[in-house]
């Protein structure tokens, strides 16, 4: 006869006559079979009072039950678990799941891909997945008394701006309160979810928004991702048109910086050197003060169309890939969030160009944007309007995936060093998140950057040679060596932190005078 669950996954004895919590490992009574007794009280319902972990936690007891469950679970014994294994091995145990839920469980934890989980991948799943489901439990249990009731529930989902009506979080917890006393203490909540893969809630709990409420000055790739309850109450526009003011003013405060970088960019070589206080001093001394903010203008009128488009468009990919969900796995976001990034870029690209042309404008040379845009159309044609198109449509992948791989790692390191008590991170860990994954992101595509803005002003320079992409990035590597594609990387730097510190304050009163609520 098969073994219980719950006699194969890890349990801390904290004495001969109750069980406490093991709060690394694996522990639980998941899915016992009706027949089973019921389990004793537990002495420590608060996984925040549990007992210490015993010496045979993470020892050579717990390695041994977990090898009795995994054995139990390789049907076939061919060292791995896979669906069919699952399927059979958790009805033997009491435990039913559909298909779709067993798939979840072994993609979350088959690390090299291969279809099953070995060993070391299946105590990993366990270990990790317990982690999360308690940091879950303690977010919830806003009373801190060891058990989660239907208001709390609300709340909660109240606080990520999801509304159920206590109807529907009654629902919730019927389906995993076993003793029908309407509350679930730590037991009944790690029973219900362990070897289930995470359902609504904890995904809703543990998923941070990879938030574009602030601004760096260039094209944030990722879009907020809004809930049902915000699209349906109008509160997504909110938070576009608060984004889009907070971003209109950190630019403006910036901008001085970002026609710096685009002056290096295209002016600065090894013959002709320029270093951060001569280049405001020659924009000083050819236009004056007021020049320091040429090419702002355009930067922010385009921050309306550029959020507008990618919100829209990123929605349309979510459904084109066939995602449905409030939480979008990385893969998905990663595809969903190129596409959108490459929509928005091309229906705005003309505009773009014309920032580059009007920051590196002399004094007297256009009379504003309008003007700029006539003299390139008459003087090159339409195609002007997207040189560097290509080296910029190229910059969003490597910006993309690096800023997104950067904010998960990051996110799963403060889980796993330095949330206790709640997954919630606070606005400064995410902000800091935020910030470091995007500046990652740009430092990886900012030769592709450089090489665009020099292609969008080569008809700007005098006896210059108008070189392709591929020309220019071996011309650049030929008479300056590697360092020349990062010029203009000291200012475009310089104004992350201002930029994210004047876009989130103006961000937060926006939202108070738009009536958003804050989270």
């Known amino acids: 006869m098969p073994p219980l669950l719950s006699d194969v996954i ?3 004895q904290s004495d001969e006559t109750h069980r406490g919590i093991d709060p690394g490992g694996g522990g639980g009574h998941v899915g016992e079979p009706s027949s089973a007794p019921p389990s004793k009280p537990v002495a420590h319902a608060d996984p925040s009072q549990s007992a210490h972990p015993c010496d045979t936690c993470g020892g050579p007891e717990q390695e041994h039950r977990l090898k009795v469950l995994f054995q139990v679970l390789d049907v076939n014994g061919d060292g791995g678990i896979c669906v069919n294994d699952l399927t059979i091995g958790l009805k033997k145990l009491g435990v039913h799941r559909t298909e779709h839920e067993l798939m979840k469980i072994v993609k979350a934890g088959d690390k090299d891909l291969d279809g099953q989980l070995d060993f070391k991948e299946f105590v990993h799943y366990l270990r990790d997945h317990e982690k999360k489901l308690r940091l879950v439990f303690k977010s919830l249990d806003k009373k801190n008394d060891g058990r989660i009731d239907s208001q709390e529930i609300m709340q909660s989902l109240r606080d990520l701006g999801v509304n159920i009506s206590e109807e529907q979080a009654e629902k919730i917890l019927k389906s995993m309160d076993k003793n029908g006393t309407m509350t679930i203490d730590w037991n009944e909540w790690r029973d219900y979810h362990l070897l289930h893969p995470a359902g609504n809630i904890p995904e809703i709990i543990l ?13 944030l790739l990722v ?5 049902a309850e915000e699209k349906i109450t109008g509160m997504w526009w909110r938070h576009l048109v608060a984004g889009g003011g907070a971003g209109a003013v950190s630019r403006t405060c910036t901008a001085p910086l970002d026609r710096l970088k685009v002056l290096m960019q295209v002016h600065s070589s090894k013959s002709n050197s320029m270093r951060i206080t001569g280049g405001f001093v020659q924009m000083i001394r050819e236009g004056g003060v007021r020049s320091l903010w040429r090419g702002n203008g355009i930067n922010v009128i385009k921050i309306a169309p550029e959020s507008a488009i990618k919100f829209m468009a990123y929605e349309q990919m979510k459904r084109l890939i066939g995602s449905n969900q409030e939480t979008l796995r990385f893969t998905e976001r990663l595809v969903a969030g190129s596409l959108a990034g ?15 042309r009007l920051a590196l404008r002399k004094t007297g040379q256009y009379s504003g944007i309008v003007h700029c845009a006539k003299h390139i159309f008459q003087k090159e044609g339409v195609a002007a309007f997207y040189k560097g198109y290509v080296p910029n449509m190229l910059g969003i992948i490597p910006y993309a995936g690096i800023d997104l791989a950067v904010y998960e790692t990051l996110k ?3 889980l796993q060093r330095y949330a206790t008590d709640s997954a919630d991170p606070g606005v400064f860990v995410l902000l800091a998140c935020g910030t470091t994954s995007s500046t990652c992101g740009q430092l990886a595509s900012y030769p592709l950057a450089l090489v665009r803005t020099r292609m969008q002003a080569q008809a700007t320079l005098e006896g210059g040679p108008q070189m392709n992409m591929t020309a220019l990035f071996r011309h650049i590597i030929r008479t300056e060596g590697p360092k020349g594609l990062y010029r203009g990387l000291a200012p475009n730097f310089m104004k992350v932190i201002p930029s994210v510190s004047i876009s989130y304050v103006v961000y937060e009163s926006l939202k108070i005078r738009l009536g958003v609520q804050s989270k």
């Open 223 to 227: 879009p907020d991702e809004f809930t």
């Open 10 to 12: 890890c349990h801390c």
């Open 207 to 219: 998923y941070w928004k990879h938030s574009t409420i602030f601004d760096v000055g260039e094209s």
């Open 342 to 356: 490459l929509t928005a870029q091309s229906s705005i690209y003309p505009m773009e160009v014309l920032k580059t």
């Open 412 to 414: 799963n390191s403060w």
